[in-house]
Structures are given as structure tokens and as C-alpha cells.
T-cell receptor
């Protein structure tokens, strides 16, 4: 079966750093994605990891360990607009490239 | 980046009627599109993979006769919710694949 786990909710303070974890157990693996989704809107792409290690893109970084089935999204210098849901998704190994989403983590940034 | 549109952005219909939602890739061709459903405070659940020129592939538990998918061209896929019921009220999102998945803005369906 396919299983992707994320914490349901997190709270952090403006200006701080927050790490959102994602663990996965899937029958295939062809990359892991992180998306940001504000309420009532479609997800927007944040990052993509297919090899082990850290990918940095501005205030956002994403890490992957394939052997551990583990990833995290790191958000630095938090801003109020970062309050949103963060979705971890694994791309299946088959040719359809469909994504399997985790339950999402709702992040609340407080002043 | 690639742009995907959906129409309508929201729709209200009466129970028992059918509703069609369109998903278009505006500046690229997509042989594969995906349809998701999202209930409040939940994540995206993949409903089906839409394949241009062939039958859609439905995920387990999704009724293919209720959620009709047509992918007639490389830029358009449609999802028709037939005989809609209040429990079908949800946020429906499509995506099109071009190296990565690009999501449409979603369609809010409310069945009364």
C-alpha cells in the first residue's frame, strides 16, 4: 500500500524557522514534491527531490533520505503569508507520473 | 511556467443533475492529466488519470460511471459528475503533466 505521513498542524512565530517532516512508504519512488496550498486555492510547487540531500531555494529548503523514506521542508525567516497547508507528495515509479499526496500540514504563523 | 485553467471556478447544482468541469492546458500539450478531489481541511485525493485518446484510469473506490472523464484533445480533459448528490460537494482540482505537475485553480462544486 501507499502511506505518506505528515503532522496535521504546526504553529510557529514570525521570523523563526520551522521544519515540516514527511515520511513515506510507497510501492515505487520517482521523486518527492512539496507544495504550498492556501485555503480555497490550488497547490503551488515549492520543491522537488529525487536524490538524497538538501535542495535550497531562497527561504525554502527540502531534504530527502530515500533509505529512510523521509523528507522535510524547512522554512526560514517565516512571514505571515507563509500560513498555509504544506503538502508532501510522492511520484509513483510508473509511466503515468501520478502523485500520491500526504494529508498535509497546516502551518499557522503568529506575530 | 505552464498554465492550466479550469472552468467553471465554482458551480451550484441541484441534486440529481450532472455537472461538467473543464481542464485546459493553455500553453503546452498534455497527454496525461489528473483529477483530484479535496474535502475541507483534507489533502488531495487522486480520482483518476486522464489519458488523451484512451480510457481514463480510475483509482480504487472511484465510480467510473459516476465520474465520467473525457480527454479528447491534448489540451482538454473534462470531468462530468453525473447524478450529483450533496456528498459530491467538494473542491475538484485538475493537473497536467509537463516534467512536473501544474495544477488548475480548482472548481468548487456545491450540490443542493
Amino acid at each position: 500500500g501507499q502511506n505518506i505521513d505528515q503532522p496535521t498542524e504546526m504553529t510557529a512565530t514570525e521570523g523563526a524557522i520551522v521544519q515540516i517532516n514527511c515520511t513515506y512508504q510507497t510501492s515505487g519512488f520517482n521523486g518527492l514534491f512539496w507544495y504550498q496550498q492556501h485555503a480555497g486555492e490550488a497547490p503551488t510547487f515549492l520543491s522537488y527531490n529525487v536524490l538524497d540531500g538538501l535542495e535550497e531555494k531562497g527561504r525554502f529548503s527540502s531534504f530527502l533520505s530515500r533509505s529512510k523514506g523521509y523528507s522535510y521542508l524547512l522554512l526560514k525567516e517565516l512571514q505571515m503569508k507563509d500560513s498555509a497547508s504544506y503538502l508532501c507528495a510522492v511520484r509513483a515509479e510508473d509511466s503515468s507520473y501520478k502523485l500520491i499526496f500526504g494529508s498535509g500540514t497546516r502551518l499557522l504563523v503568529r506575530p | 511556467g505552464a498554465v492550466v485553467s479550469q472552468h467553471p471556478s465554482w458551480v451550484i447544482c441541484k441534486s440529481g443533475t450532472s455537472v461538467k468541469i473543464e481542464c485546459r492546458s493553455l500553453d503546452f500539450q498534455a497527454t496525461t492529466m489528473f483529477w483530484y478531489r479535496q474535502f475541507p481541511k483534507q489533502s488531495l485525493m487522486l480520482m483518476a488519470t486522464s489519458n488523451e485518446g484512451s480510457k481514463a484510469t480510475y483509482e480504487q473506490g472511484v465510480e467510473k460511471d459516476k465520474f465520467l472523464i473525457n480527454h479528447a484533445s491534448l489540451t482538454l480533459s473534462t470531468l462530468t459528475v453525473t447524478s450529483a448528490h450533496p456528498e459530491d460537494s467538494s473542491f475538484y482540482i485538475c493537473s497536467a503533466n509537463q516534467n512536473e505537475q501544474y495544477f488548475g485553480p480548482g472548481t468548487r462544486l456545491t450540490v443542493t
